[in-house]
């Protein structure tokens, strides 16, 4: 992640609506219940190239931390969002449901270890130490996952409205206090910069949800938020009627969105990313990015670990 609030509900209102959830479906119509499990054949193009199990379940478990819209938030008991729409598309050319499930950020890689989701898809970004299973320090902490890449992205500063500290950039950061979600690359970006400040020392407050880290910087605890472009943007126009927050600086870091699925599940892996590049080819990949006006975010094609 680099990983948010609806404009419909205040920031700290989603979190905990996110927190208190649980398991919720995400793509595509919720209100049918759960799958029967029975789904053994299917006319969807590529329902072949699924692994057998999944076949059978009708379902892929996806692992998501679902407070961070326009990517993925709840909404009227309701999983919506960039991920799900595109989750529906991947659905609808495999032949079965892409099943959401709310969870913390810096907890959907360990799902997929215990076998607890089949993938994780939520704004997470595609780099080597999540590809080999390393911590910040390279330690080896997981097997690793291999991502299938389908959106790319920068980062953006989230300031209080009217930018009282007139903050500019990372390096305006010195000698100050930051809110951001613990666990993402946001956090590792505010690391970096506190060793860049040195002794005008950057304080990093992390927090498990964005909305958390969000809520701090409106109450005037911290005077920054990182968060992805679109995330950002999002949040600015949205919150608060758009009195809360504004984005300021230019986006940096562009990097890659990746779903995220076991090393040990090539197949599933293959399947998932032969149907990325066929709903990029029949247009519903780029439907589901304009309805939430983040187009320019768009890949142009199907990649497998392009993360560095």
């Not at 379902?59 to 993925?72: F, H, L, N, Q, R």
């Not at 999983?79 to 032949?95: N, R, T």
């Not at 679109?230 to 809360?244: L, R």
Request: proline share 2%.
């Amino acid at each position: 992640m680099t990983r948010a609030v609806a404009g419909r509900s205040t920031v700290a209102a989603l979190a905990l609506v996110s927190a208190a959830a649980v398991t919720l479906a995400g793509c595509g119509d919720q209100t049918g219940g759960e799958s029967s499990g029975k789904a053994k054949t299917s006319d969807a193009p590529l329902f072949s190239k699924l692994p057998k199990k999944i076949q059978d379940a009708g379902v892929v478990k996806v692992g998501s931390d679902t407070a961070y819209a326009p990517m993925e938030y709840v909404e009227g008991g309701k999983i919506v969002g960039v991920d799900p729409d595109i989750a529906e598309a991947l659905g609808k050319q495999l032949g079965v449901e892409f099943k959401f499930t709310s969870g913390t950020f810096d907890g959907l890689l360990t799902s997929l270890e215990t076998g607890r989701q089949d993938i994780a898809m939520s704004s997470i970004t595609d780099n080597k130490k999540r590809q080999e299973g390393l911590d910040d320090d390279g330690k080896k902490i997981g097997k690793g996952v291999d991502f299938v890449d389908y959106f790319s992205s920068g980062v953006s500063l989230l300031v209080k409205k009217g930018n009282p500290d007139n903050i500019k950039s990372l390096d305006d950061l010195c000698g100050k206090t930051v809110a951001v979600q613990r666990g993402t690359l946001f956090e590792d970006t505010f690391k970096a910069q506190a060793e860049k400040c040195g002794s005008d020392k950057l304080t990093i407050q992390s927090f498990d949800t964005d909305a958390e880290a969000q809520t701090r910087v409106k109450a005037g605890g911290a005077v920054a938020d990182l968060n992805d472009y679109p995330v950002a943007a999002y949040v600015a126009k949205s919150s608060g009627g758009g009195n809360d927050f504004e984005v300021v600086g230019s986006q940096s870091d562009v990097g890659l969105f990746g779903i995220a699925v076991p090393k040990e599940n090539a197949q599933l892996r293959d399947a998932i990313r032969e149907a990325l590049d066929a709903i990029i080819k029949d247009g519903s990949y780029a439907k589901a990015l304009e309805k939430w006006d983040v187009k320019d975010a768009a890949v142009q094609q199907a990649q497998i670990n392009a993360g560095q």
